[in-house]
């Protein structure tokens, strides 16, 4: 058996779900590319269902401990809520090498990590969720108090083929209309260039020791995000009291050419290792 079937098993997923094989295949490569080992203890932050959670703990084994927290309630997601995906885990043979906590901010409930020291924390596509650049500079001053390593991934917004068009349109019209009337079920609050990210890492302590681009065609969230763009933008646009008219025209006018636009490809991934 293979790493990924091996995974998608201990995730009590059938091999035959392509669309999660090809996302725990990305999570593996930048676990990879992050050189997690065996036996280390890592906090993610943002762990939303669990899909890099459980990459992290198959790259761990049997003697590393993999704790995953969210800000969002136990409750929310779609098709399968975070509850849901928690208690799918724990069912399989991770649950003795990874916890979830939800209803879990870091700022507010840091009190909660006080005396627990981690080889490794981890911020896997989780930064866009953010609602602020000063947020993410906090957490990274957190991280540094009770982490040894810090291990980033987050979308490079800027396309860099035609193909990818279509999801950083729809990054950027969803992180622009939140600023005016931010929507819950929104995925995207904050978007992060790939020298800012850096930038705050340094910033609060850390060394940054490698990064790179990681490129991972065969993704679905262009297409997600596409879809989220749409139905999300005109209602913030709607709710939005504060917004001038002529970014109003400007975002529909966005919306409309989206609409048009095959989201064929996903943007590329920036990571970087931090010590």
Sequence with gaps: ??????????????????????????????????????????LEIGCGQGDMTAALAYCVGPDGFVWGIDCASENYGEPETLGAARARLLSGPFAGRLWMDFDFDLARDFIRLRGEE?????????????????????????????????????WNPFAAKPEQTAHALAAFLQAVCG????????????????????????FAGWRVERKGILSSQQLQDGMWEKE???????????????????????????ICELEKMPAQAPLDVYWLSAC
């Design 1 to 42: 058996m293979g790493d990924i079937d091996e995974l998608l098993a201990s995730m009590h997923l059938p091999k035959e779900n392509e669309i999660q094989r090809i996302q725990s295949e990305h999570r593996l490569r930048l676990a990879r590319l992050w050189e997690v080992e065996q036996g280390e203890r890592i």
């Design 118 to 154: 981690f080889d490794r924390i981890v911020l896997s596509h989780s930064l866009w969720y953010m609602d602020s650049y000063e947020t993410v500079s906090e957490i990274s001053k957190i991280c540094r108090l009770i982490g040894k390593k810090l291990s980033i991934a987050e």
């Design 179 to 202: 600023c005016f009337a931010p929507l819950e079920e929104a995925n995207i609050r904050t978007i992060f260039v790939p020298d800012e990210i850096a930038e705050i890492v340094r």
């Design 228 to 254: 989220n763009a749409c139905e999300l933008c005109p209602r913030m646009i709607e709710r939005a009291q504060c917004m001038p008219d002529k970014l109003r025209r400007m975002l529909r006018a966005g």
